[in-house]
């Protein structure tokens, strides 16, 4: 029986050889190339990550009896995801040693790419619960729209758009979340009690003075 060592678990072997940018040769790059292709690969690993703790929370919630025990759960994996994106924002940190000057030497070799076009950030925007109404433009252009344009032009951009549309079709955390505080009884009255809407004003105007 083989031995599993770190390299074959994390499989290293091919996660080393994806930073050769355009030409897929690191020889090739520019001298900060390479630091803009990790960090920027590193934000997409930590939004992976956060899409599935945010559906894990999610369907604990989405369940139609949520047992006292599964909220700890949930905030395990909320809690994660507020400290993922913490160590991004920090990043940024590691981005900003990367100047102008040196950015100009390659940015050519990006366009008419862009951080915009980032389908995870939207797919992570769609799953928390964002209305299209309530989503930024930029330069007057709609992300969703303008992703859905650029997607036919290759396999990852099938991709993208595919992955956009499957979250669009989900239910989102805020959703999940919306219906089991509905479900939930406060003071013993559930939404379906005649009394219930005097019983939860009476309760939040209690909490509120306290």
């Known amino acids: 029986m083989a031995t599993n060592n770190y390299w074959d678990y ?17 020889s090739a ?15 997409e690993l930590w939004f992976k990550l956060s899409l599935r703790e945010l559906r894990l929370a ?14 700890p ?3 395990h994996h909320l809690r994660r995801v507020t400290t993922i994106l913490e160590l991004a924002v ?9 100047t102008p000057q040196d950015f100009l030497a ?27 109404s309530a989503r930024l433009n930029y330069g007057g252009t709609d992300p969703l729209a ?29 959703g999940a979340l919306e219906e089991w505080l509905y479900r939930t009884p406060v003071q013993g009255s559930s939404p379906d009690d005649p009394q219930d809407e005097e019983t939860v004003d009476r309760f939040l105007e209690e909490y509120f003075q306290q």
Do not use: C
């Open 106 to 132: 390659f940015r050519d070799k990006l366009i008419p790419a862009s951080g915009f076009q980032s389908f995870q950030m939207r797919e992570l925007e769609i799953l928390l619960g964002l209305e299209d």
């Open 10 to 26: 994390l499989k290293l072997d091919q996660m080393l050889a994806l930073q050769g940018g355009i030409e897929g040769d690191e």
């Open 73 to 75: 759960y949930v905030v």
């Open 90 to 98: 920090d990043q940024f940190k590691v981005m900003e040693t990367l």
């Open 29 to 43: 790059l520019m001298p900060d190339e390479l630091h803009f292709i990790i960090v920027h690969q590193a934000f």
């Open 58 to 71: 999610r369907d604990h919630l989405a369940e139609p009896r949520v047992p006292e025990e599964k909220i």
């Open 146 to 174: 303008h992703i859905q344009k650029l997607a036919v032009d290759s396999p990852a951009g099938k991709l993208a758009w595919q992955r956009i549309t499957d979250a669009r079709n989900e239910t989102s955390l805020k």
